[in-house]
Nanobody, 115 residues
Framework: QVRLVESGGGLVQTEASLRLSCTAS????????MGWYRQAPGKQRDLVAI???????IYADSVKGRFTSSRDVAKNTVWLQMNSLKNEDTAVYYC?????????WGQGTQVTVSS
């Protein structure tokens, strides 16, 4: 069983920054792909950033230049640095990882951006 535990969400004002973390119960080398999704109220869950083997993370157009996803394999942790937050970034953010073909999700962390 793979566990993905997120933390770091909260309520911030527009243009603020926030960093999310996701710690996995298995080595990041065994999670491919791995990354972040988000789901706003009444909307589908959408990709934010995804890591695949040997490649730079892929970002949704809506967050390019503002969000950065990085990995610390020694800590089995993925970070999502979010800068210049906008109201439309308000959502529940989920960590995602595929472990030998099976999908796993974290419990989600709420990010609310208020003006």
């Amino acid at each position: 069983q793979v566990r993905l535990v997120e933390s770091g969400g909260g309520l911030v004002q527009t243009e603020a920054s926030l960093r999310l973390s996701c710690t996995a119960s298995v080595s990041l080398f065994s999670l491919n792909p791995m990354g972040w999704y988000r789901q706003a109220p009444g909307k589908q869950r959408d990709l934010v950033a995804i890591h695949t083997t040997g490649a730079r993370p892929i970002y949704a157009d809506s967050v390019k230049g503002r969000f950065t996803s990085s990995r610390d394999v020694a800590k089995n942790t993925v970070w999502l640095q979010m800068n210049s937050l906008k109201n439309e970034d308000t959502a529940v953010y989920y960590c995602y990882g595929s472990y030998f073909g099976r999908d796993y999700w974290g419990q989600g962390t709420q990010v609310t951006v208020s003006s």
